[in-house]
């Protein structure tokens, strides 16, 4: 019972020591957490303001908030009792084991810091990228987020974008816009190539320098097929792309040039 006496006396002896500062570090973490909310949010505004890159700034405000809540979880542990140097040598052997465990991420961050600095795309750019074609959302410390055509979000990790090839179809303001339409054998080939320019020289979406090509690509198995190349601003790309497939058949059905479909003539022969 003495024993049980003196582990009650010893318990209650530490509450009156630490207790009161416990409580008070609890207090110090909730309301540094809440000032640094109002914190980062202040410079993201700060940074809106300022037009700092969007690709830029939440990566910068994710940064900023993190060393602050790193710098606020020190000063709490340190008002506990904690000394400081012990923390931070007890906080670097735990950093390397973590840091050797989490490889993957570090290389995310990386990739993170990299992507911000060298520029490859920006927000609002479409790329395509580890098999995924979209509009760059937005760049965080360990992932970039990308938005489909079909509004889905794919979350592509900053390592594997830094780390492999990528096309970027908004770096340059304007894009070339390919087709390949077939007319029939025997169609008069002038004529065609005067029915596309026609469609062309109609689109004032096209641009007229560099001047359009238009030239016989492949005599194919059951069509003369045509190569027609226009630039266009980089913004009207798929429009003029999706139309100009719409024009070309049934201005080619009311000119009559034929627009010929893989087919295959069978011969039978009877013996007599």
Request: hydrophobic share 45%; aromatic share 10%.
């Amino acid at each position: 019972m003495e024993e049980i006496t003196d582990y009650a006396d010893k318990a209650l002896q530490l509450v009156w020591i630490y207790g009161p500062k416990v409580v008070v570090a609890l207090i110090t973490l909730i309301i540094g957490l809440w000032i640094i909310g109002i914190m980062t949010r202040g410079i993201g505004k700060a940074m809106d303001k300022r037009n700092v890159d969007p690709s830029l700034a939440p990566f910068l405000k994710s940064l900023i908030g993190t060393i602050f809540k790193v710098m606020l979880f020190v000063s709490v542990i340190g008002m506990v009792g904690v000394e400081a140097t012990s923390f931070v040598a007890i906080l670097g052997a735990a950093g390397l084991a973590v840091g050797l465990a989490l490889q993957g991420t570090l290389q995310n961050f990386a990739g993170g810091v990299i992507i911000l600095l060298l520029k490859p795309f920006k927000v609002g750019d479409v790329i395509d990228a580890a098999g995924y074609i979209g509009s760059v959302h937005s760049i965080q410390i360990f992932n970039t987020f990308l938005k489909t055509p079909d509004n889905k979000t794919i979350i592509i990790p900053n390592g594997t974008l830094a780390n492999s090839s990528m096309t970027n179809y908004s770096s340059e303001p304007r894009r070339r816009v390919d087709w390949t339409f077939g007319v029939g054998y025997g169609d008069d080939t002038q004529k065609t190539r005067d029915t596309l320019m026609e469609l062309i020289n109609a689109d004032e979406r096209i641009l007229k320098d560099p001047e359009p090509f238009i030239a016989v690509s492949e005599l194919a198995d059951s069509s003369v097929n045509f190569v027609v190349r226009v630039w266009v601003e980089g913004a009207d790309y798929w429009g003029v792309f999706f139309e100009m497939n719409e024009k070309v058949y049934n201005k080619f059905n009311e000119v009559g040039l034929n627009i010929p479909y893989p087919q295959m003539d069978v011969h039978v022969h009877k013996n007599a």
